[in-house]
T-cell receptor, first 112, second 116 residues
Framework: RKEVEQDPGPFNVPEGATVAFNCTYS??????FFWYRQDCRKEPKLLMS???SGNEDGRFTAQLNRASQYISLLIRDSKLSDSATYLCVVNGGNTGGFKTIFGAGTRLFVKA | SAVISQKPSRDICQRGTSLTIQCQVD?????MFWYRQQPGQSLTLIAT?????????ESGFVIDKFPISRPNLTFSTLTVSNMSPEDSSIYLC?????????????FGPGTRLTVL
């Protein structure tokens, strides 16, 4: 089983649609969680951190369920510019060490 | 935040040769990392570059193949040694400039390597 698993997609949605991405992680000791966005041929950039209480940034909402070891990202009112790969990232969980695990990413295509 | 530059941005190399990639950060950071992203894949951590000591390598990566230098808190190099076509990939430098553990990472623009 992969340490961080995501649905690779691609998700093809029309403008204005709501789309949800899911991610599961295997290490229950993991400590912090993020969603990154990676545009084609570009480096990843942080989209948002994910907290147990859930957090919202404009059209984006992230949720963490520690009991189920599950992270989600919801995008409302999709824009063409949202087309990218979304990476689920999980940090920590190793005794005495730092470990960051990137999911394989979920590709999103938003079409007019 | 942190601004990171990498050199070269891309290169095409012959098998058996070595390439050294440079990473420069605009501020002093403790945590600096090297990742590889193969075509269509996500990022895989190669190693953590430690200032003043040997890098910490992840499983599957060894110092002889990927020697790393970290002479100060703003600069690091990764060498890809004795290259083969399987080493064709994007190599990314990243830093965590935050206080405490497990913060946001900032990435350099990457070095796109093609080995013939």
């Amino acid at each position: 089983r992969k340490e961080v698993e995501q649905d690779p997609g691609p998700f093809n949605v029309p403008e204005g649609a709501t789309v949800a991405f899911n991610c599961t992680y295997s290490n229950s000791a993991s400590q912090s969680f993020f969603w990154y966005r990676q545009d084609c041929r570009k480096e990843p950039k942080l989209l948002m951190s994910v907290y147990s209480s859930g957090n919202e940034d404009g059209r984006f909402t992230a949720q963490l369920n520690r009991a189920s070891q599950y992270i989600s990202l919801l995008i409302r009112d999709s824009k063409l510019s949202d087309s990218a790969t979304y990476l689920c990232v999980v940090n920590g969980g190793n005794t005495g060490g730092f470990k960051t695990i990137f999911g394989a990413g979920t590709r999103l295509f938003v079409k007019a | 935040s942190a601004v990171i530059s990498q050199k070269p941005s891309r290169d095409i190399c012959q098998r058996g040769t070595s390439l050294t990639i440079q990473c420069q950060v605009d501020s002093q950071v403790t945590m600096m990392f090297w990742y590889r992203q193969q075509p269509g894949q996500s990022l895989t951590l190669i190693a953590t570059a430690n200032q003043g000591s040997e890098a910490t390598y992840e499983s599957g990566f060894v110092i002889d193949k990927f020697p790393i230098s970290r002479p100060n808190l703003t600069f690091s190099t990764l060498t890809v040694s004795n290259m083969s076509p399987e080493d064709s990939s994007i190599y990314l430098c990243s830093v965590d400039p935050g206080q405490g553990a497990y913060n946001e990472q900032f990435f350099g623009p990457g070095t796109r390597l093609t080995v013939l």
